[in-house]
């Protein structure tokens, strides 16, 4: 099975010069510096972005997926229509270029979780989003849970956007679970979800984007870690 990234290739190098073990490097070789080119060359190029007959976690590729075509489709809209009133460079359309920059825009800042120091690399502090800017409040176990108000996708949403109010009029197609009716093996009709190719309006996978960001945001919180303990 080929090696999977989430993201682009920027991601991959912001990735590691945040990562403990160029942290480790630099302090056991003070004099080696930074070079994000140089990492981004280091990147195989059998390491590609997930494919749906690949054994990939579905909550993470069809945020994923989503939000490419989401990006394709309003640079289109953009190309056609100029906006005026932002630029393709503003926090919002940034968000939108990959999953990295879309948790950056829609959360505040990582902060240190000191205590979890790693045994081989005492000085090094790991950082993470806040559990406040990504929670899931739909788990029952999270209901009470405040809310942060200072982050958000809502706060970085353009109002009163062309571009945005004319989601409905362009057509485009992404990969969405479907409802499939299916003959189990005791020869019996059941359903399930099916990822399919679905044309439909930007406005309705906006929608689908908005629906799911938050899920998202927590379990690629969970899942980060959840991996350095």
């Given at each position: ?5 989430h ?8 990735w590691?010069?945040q ?6 490097h630099?302090?056991l ?53 100029p ?21 950056e ?5 990582k ?5 979890l ?42 109002r ?30 059941s ?36 991996r350095?303990?």
């Open positions: 099975m080929p090696h999977t990234r993201g682009t290739k920027a991601d991959i190098v912001k590691v010069l990562s403990e073990e160029l942290y480790a630099k302090q070789n003070p004099d080696c510096s930074e070079s994000p080119s140089l990492i981004q060359t280091c990147i195989c190029d059998c390491i590609k972005e997930a494919k749906t007959g690949e054994c990939v976690c579905p909550v993470c590729y069809d945020f994923e997926h989503r939000l490419r075509v989401f990006n394709s489709g309003v640079t289109e809209l953009r190309e056609q229509s906006c005026s009133c932002c630029s393709i460079d503003s926090k919002f359309f940034r968000a939108t270029k990959s999953p990295m920059a879309f948790q825009a829609v959360c505040c800042d902060i240190d979780f000191g205590g120091e790693l045994p081989h690399s005492p000085d090094f502090t790991p950082r993470f989003t806040a559990f406040n800017c990504v929670v899931d409040d739909k788990p029952a176990s999270h209901t009470g849970v405040k809310m942060c108000k200072k982050c958000g996708l809502n706060r970085i949403i353009p009163g956007c062309p571009i945005m109010e004319s989601l409905s009029s362009k057509k485009v197609r992404w990969n969405k679970r479907i409802e499939t009716p299916y003959k189990t093996k005791k020869d019996e009709w359903t399930k979800k099916v990822l399919r190719e679905h044309t439909g309006l930007l406005s309705e996978l906006w929608d689908e984007i908005i629906l799911s960001q938050r899920h998202y945001l927590f379990h690629t919180w969970a899942t980060s870690y959840i350095w303990q």
